[in-house]
């Protein structure tokens, strides 16, 4: 697939400040986007909603035309995505198997992993050399081997999520589980473009980040600027007693805003929009490991 990274670079330089790029990454990207071909992307669902993609489908260049298919199939170079590519049965996996067996490839799992029955309530795809059925189980073992770094794409891949939660009757676990190595994880229910996109950025100017006891990159998932650090009701005498009443902190209600690390506060959300609480709904702390069950029963009365 051929790249043109122009667009990209044009929104990472316009948005800089906005993703939480630091300039001196902007410039490595701009060397590293330079000099060579943008590693390919292999990206995996396991067992998930899809909200993960729609999410990054989400992103909009304040610096003109960028969308997901911009920044994805130009850009980062996107070899697989079973909801994005063009390419289906056969073509796709032969062309995912040619990017795998050259290596040096980024591996990117939405989804969590069922291990029950053999992993077989997760068939990623048809092996066309063998005409066999291959599972999510499978592929990401094998694909993780080869991988210059595997991210975890939400909460489900990174610990399980929603799909892990009890009874959990197809074993769900994360991908670290699975492949017992490092692995980057960029958790949220769904994630926010933008780390997504900063993860992304920071991989392709040859940067690895550094990462918190959950595997979260720090820059992004840090208490000092969790959901309750910096919320805007905080300070705000008073606690909402009923749902639905503006501007009170929703404590009393159930938000795990002060168990939260990300910074969806001041991040906000659908392109500076809006963001739950914003939006009266307490946090559920989506972002953290044991989502949902430990955070379980959202609401108080
Ligand atoms: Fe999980 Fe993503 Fe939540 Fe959904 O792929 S993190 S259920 S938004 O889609 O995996």
């Not at 990623?124 to 592929?139: F, H, Q, S």
């Amino acid at each position: 697939m051929k790249v043109s990274r122009r667009s990209f670079l044009k929104y990472c330089i316009a948005s800089a400040a906005t993703i939480g790029l630091d300039l001196s990454v902007v410039k490595l990207l701009e060397k590293a986007l330079a000099a060579a071909e943008a590693p390919p992307v292999l990206w995996l669902n396991g067992a998930n909603c899809t909200g993960c993609t729609v999410s990054l489908a989400n992103v909009v260049a304040h610096a003109g035309a960028l969308d997901v298919g911009d920044l994805l199939i130009n850009t980062i170079n996107l070899t697989f995505h079973p909801n994005l590519m063009g390419a289906a049965g056969d073509l796709a996996v032969t062309t995912l198997f040619d990017a795998a067996q050259a290596g040096g490839y980024i591996l990117a799992v939405d989804g969590g992993i069922p291990t029950a029955f053999d992993g077989h309530t997760c068939i990623v795809w048809t092996d066309p050399r063998t005409g066999m059925e291959v599972t999510a189980l499978e592929a990401v073992t094998e694909l993780a081997g080869g991988a210059a770094a595997v991210l975890c794409i939400g909460t489900c891949a990174s610990f399980g999520g929603i799909p892990a939660g009890n009874p959990n009757p197809t074993s769900i676990r994360s991908v670290r589980e699975i492949i017992g190595g490092s692995t980057i994880n960029i958790p949220g229910c769904p994630p926010h473009p933008d780390w997504m996109v900063w993860t992304f950025a920071q991989l392709l100017a040859g940067l690895s980040p550094k990462l918190d006891s959950s595997g979260r990159p720090k820059e992004l998932f840090s208490g000092k600027s969790g959901v309750h650090k910096k919320c805007p009701r905080k300070e705000v005498d008073g606690k909402a007693a009923t749902f639905g009443t503006d501007g009170l902190c929703l404590k009393k209600l159930g938000c795990r805003g002060p168990e939260c690390k990300a910074d969806c506060s001041t991040r906000l959300w659908n392109n500076g929009t809006n963001w739950c609480v914003g939006a009266n709904a307490i946090c559920l702390a989506c972002t953290e490991n044991g989502f949902p069950d430990k955070f379980s029963p959202f609401y108080r009365d």
